[in-house]
């Protein structure tokens, strides 16, 4: 029985020491890639809200109705296909005297209904950004409540971040190389790859500009500028050294 204890024992232990051995890790060189892709947007989005107050909340209704007709309007004199225009928020709620009031005065005074709010938001997508200019004048013409957003986008984002992750590939295999060459060393095929996931910078802070224009749409042009859009990509690379 002791011997079989013993024999048990001395098998757990080759075995543990096998396995360390075969997970030993080869030297390696552990390198970092990062790369940046930079294009002008080629669509815009745009986000637009439009907001009537009366005290027939029908007549609210048909007021921003007839509002979001004109604005389908534009979007179709310009082009914009059917799908890339969107009514996304629809919203109905009591307006007050005291909404807007700081709220302590809001305390003093007699809350009186003034009427009924009733808002739409509208998203549309612009894919020939070369109408971008004379579509938002139209839209600020058109008197909507509030321009929410304005974003700039790249249609080919998938393609563009392909060329980021292969530049940012041949950026860490050239610093391994470098690295490893002034030791007198070179590099062997690579161990591992891990991918930080990139990002997009750009899709427009052009709400910034547009704050102060929103009622002067002759002051566009000069205001806004859709810039370009950085398609980032960074890798750990761990290679095997020579």
Avoid: C, W
């Amino acid at each position: 029985m002791r011997k079989l204890i013993v024999l048990i024992a001395l098998t757990l232990v080759f075995a543990a020491a096998t396995f360390a051995q075969n997970n030993i890790e080869p030297p390696l060189i552990t390198v970092t890639g990062q790369a940046e892709v930079r294009v002008p947007p080629d669509e815009v989005l745009f986000t637009l809200a439009v907001e009537n107050v009366d005290k027939d909340m029908l007549v609210a209704n048909k007021q921003t109705d007839d509002s979001v007709k004109q604005i389908l309007a534009i979007a179709r004199q310009h082009n914009v296909k059917p799908e890339d225009v969107q009514t996304s928020h629809i919203s109905v709620q009591p307006k007050y005297n005291t909404d807007d009031m700081p709220y302590e005065e809001r305390n003093r005074t007699k809350r009186v209904l003034i009427g009924y709010e009733v808002s739409k938001t509208i998203a549309i997508r612009l894919r020939d950004i070369g109408r971008f200019d004379v579509m938002l004048a139209d839209i600020l013409k058109a008197g909507i409540t509030r321009l929410s957003n304005l974003e700039f986008r790249d249609s080919q984002l998938r393609k563009h971040r392909d060329e980021a992750r292969r530049m940012a590939i041949r950026a860490a295999q050239e610093k391994a190389r470098l690295l490893a060459g002034e030791i007198g060393q070179s590099i062997g095929p690579a161990y591992s790859i891990t991918e930080t996931s990139g990002s997009d910078y750009g899709r427009s802070n052009a709400m910034q500009n547009i704050a102060g224009v929103a009622g002067d749409a002759a002051a566009i042009d000069s205001a806004i500028a859709p810039g370009s859009i950085s398609v980032t990509a960074q890798v750990t690379v761990r290679f095997r050294l020579n």
